[in-house]
């Protein structure tokens, strides 16, 4: 079966600090990867995708990056976090290809607060 | 471009009752709609999807959703509430965009069944 890891669970950081969340897929090849950011427990905000290593999307313009070294790793990062960077990233995965409208396996999450 | 609205921040329903929880979409084309359930400080999970076919579409715990296609609605129902099914609700809606395809949510419903 699949699964999804994220760490760390939580993150506190300073202002102007970088960042680097992780994300970690298992059981699956070639999928297509997701991050998400959710502010204040509600609407999920799409931040960038993944269809293949090396290959970002940003939905977007933000302080923030991500990068896919490998088929099953994405990895979200900052080079100077701004408080407006606060709240609880979510990444996803699906089943690329195949079909195209896949249901999204998300993560457990990670909760960053930026003080 | 691909919406979904839940026009409810908020429903609450006595355990036992049945339950209904709202969402509409707007949509060019085919809607291929999906709902998912987030417990607190947790990723989300997928409940059902509709791509095609019955417009009446079962999902896991015991959870269903009636497609209708005149009215745009997408409306999440259970028979009987638990107080286990207390959690934020999001609908949402699939789209296309550079070989991957996108979820796009609502803004969340928190459903609050009280014993």
């Known amino acids: 079966s699949q699964t999804i890891h994220q760490w760390p669970a939580t993150l506190v950081q300073p202002v102007g600090s970088p960042l680097s969340l992780e994300c970690t897929v298992e059981?699956?090849?070639?999928?297509?990867l997701y991050w998400y950011r959710q502010a204040a427990g509600r609407g999920l905000q799409l931040l960038f995708y993944s269809v293949g290593i090396g290959q970002i999307s940003s939905e977007v313009p933000q302080n923030l990056s991500a990068s896919r070294p490998q088929d099953r790793q994405f990895i979200l990062s900052s080079k100077k976090l701004l408080l407006s960077d606060s709240g609880f990233y979510l990444c996803a995965w699906a089943k690329g290809k195949a079909s195209s409208y896949n249901e999204q396996f998300f993560g457990p999450g990670t909760r960053l607060t930026v003080l | 471009a691909q919406s979904v609205a839940q026009p409810e921040d908020q429903v609450n329903v006595a355990e036992g009752n049945p339950l209904t929880v709202k969402c509409t979409y707007s949509v060019s084309g085919n809607p291929y709609l999906f709902w998912y359930v987030q417990y607190p400080n947790r990723g989300l999970q997928f409940l059902l999807k509709?791509?095609?076919?019955?417009?009446l579409v079962k999902g896991s715990y015991g959870f269903e959703a009636e497609f209708n296609k005149s009215q745009t609605s997408f409306h999440l129902k259970k028979p009987s509430a638990l107080v286990s099914d207390s959690a934020l609700y999001f609908c949402?809606?699939?789209?296309?965009?550079?070989?991957?395809?996108?979820?796009?949510f609502g803004k969340g419903t928190k459903l609050s069944v009280i014993p």
């Open positions: 949402a809606v699939i789209h296309s965009g550079a070989g991957s395809y996108q979820l796009t």
């Open positions: 509709y791509i095609t076919g019955d417009n």
């Open positions: 059981g699956t090849s070639n999928p297509n």
